[in-house]
């Protein structure tokens, strides 16, 4: 399922690409496409624009770091375009404000740079054709997840939750290894829906049961730490899902909308 969903992925970042004519494209003699090269990308061009844009930060230029979000976000690298989309609004640019705000509304995976490590943290179909997803990172006896977990979840709700799918059902179900007090179950899943709703979960994506089972469906046997580390979780399964449709001329309109100072 992994592959299938990377392999769409892939998909929609050539035909991203393909709209800034990065990707050529090659094909046979019927006409049908036979695959895409990106040497006709101006790599060298790239790096050399990205580091006159460090050179005018280093200097004192705060508006460069504007400009430079932008650059890197007309080039889909959405990471490093907030860096500098923050960096620029803690040194007082309003159209950095303004910037940031359209580069929310970008659809879902437009930055290949961190396709990979998005990859895992969507909800997948398992063995029994469950659309589900599992949170780990509590402490034994512990109701929340640990700093550098939480922090990751509010980036991925934003990331990926609102704007993987138009709307969904979602049932948060908790678990704790067979040491623990089944109440924590509970507690786990009640606090990461809490997370997930505070970090601005979308009202579409509608929570709809929230539940705990104790040691239940131990995910591994509970002989170590690490084994019981892999039952402590939350797992969050996806219902009713109506996909999002992603619309190529909106991102192009939304790049015009970037402004420079």
Known sequence: ?????????????????SQDGNIKEFNDSKGNISGYSMTDF??????KKIKEFEEKIENGDVKAMNNLANFYAKNDQTEQAEKYYKMAIQNGSKKAEKN????????????????????WDIPMEDTKGELKISIRGFKEN?????EFERNRMKGIVRKIWNKLYESADLEFIGYNDNTENKKLS??????????FRENGL?????????LGKGSENAMDSN???????NNRRVEIIVKNVVEKNFNLSLLKELKNQLEDE
């Open 100 to 119: 940031l705000k359209i580069l929310e509304k970008f659809p879902f995976m437009s930055d290949p740079m961190v396709m990979d490590d998005l990859a």
């Open 1 to 17: 399922m992994k592959k299938i969903i990377l392999f769409y992925q892939l998909l929609l970042l050539i035909n991203l690409f």
């Open 186 to 195: 509970l507690e786990r899943a009640k606090r990461l829906a809490q997370l």
């Open 223 to 229: 002989d170590t730490i690490v084994e019981r580390y």
């Open 142 to 146: 512990g109701k929340d997840l640990n």
């Open 202 to 210: 979308k009202d579409e994506m509608r929570i709809v049961k929230v």
């Open 42 to 47: 101006d790599f060298k061009g790239y790096y």
